[in-house]
Nanobody
Framework: EVQLVESGGGLVQAGGSLRLSCAASGFTFDDYVIGWFRQAPGKGREGISCVSGRDGSTYYADAVKGRFTISSDNAENLVYLQMNGLKPEDTAVYYC?????????????????WGKGTLVTVSS
């Protein structure tokens, strides 16, 4: 059974930092890309970052580039999203997702698996 379990969300003041974790199981990590989507209140889901399990290449949306860093621990099937310089507009439910493929462009066709999400709230 495939599972993606997020942790690390919470309440933080603007300018602060949080680190999200995603524990993946039930599939071969090297054959997938793992990413983070978010959904702010009243808005659609937005893909913000991705890492390739094959070669570690990464992708960032413009909205988070320079502030967020994605990394992976292939030995432990863990993916992290370090979020610095948080802004109130980063408030959202953050979802860990996985898609089969070697490069982050695989997520353009949609994710194969979704976690249940973790809430990040940034106060002003």
């Amino acid at each position: 059974e495939v599972q993606l379990v997020e942790s690390g969300g919470g309440l933080v003041q603007a300018g602060g930092s949080l680190r999200l974790s995603c524990a993946a199981s039930g599939f071969t990590f090297d054959d997938y890309v793992i990413g983070w989507f978010r959904q702010a209140p009243g808005k659609g889901r937005e893909g913000i970052s991705c890492v390739s399990g094959r070669d570690g290449s990464t992708y960032y949306a413009d909205a988070v580039k320079g502030r967020f860093t994605i990394s992976s621990d292939n030995a432990e099937n863990l993916v992290y999203l370090q979020m610095n310089g948080l802004k109130p507009e980063d408030t959202a439910v953050y979802y860990c997702v996985a898609a089969g493929g070697y490069y982050c462009t695989s997520l353009a066709n949609g994710a194969d698996y979704w976690g249940k999400g973790t809430l990040v709230t940034v106060s002003s």
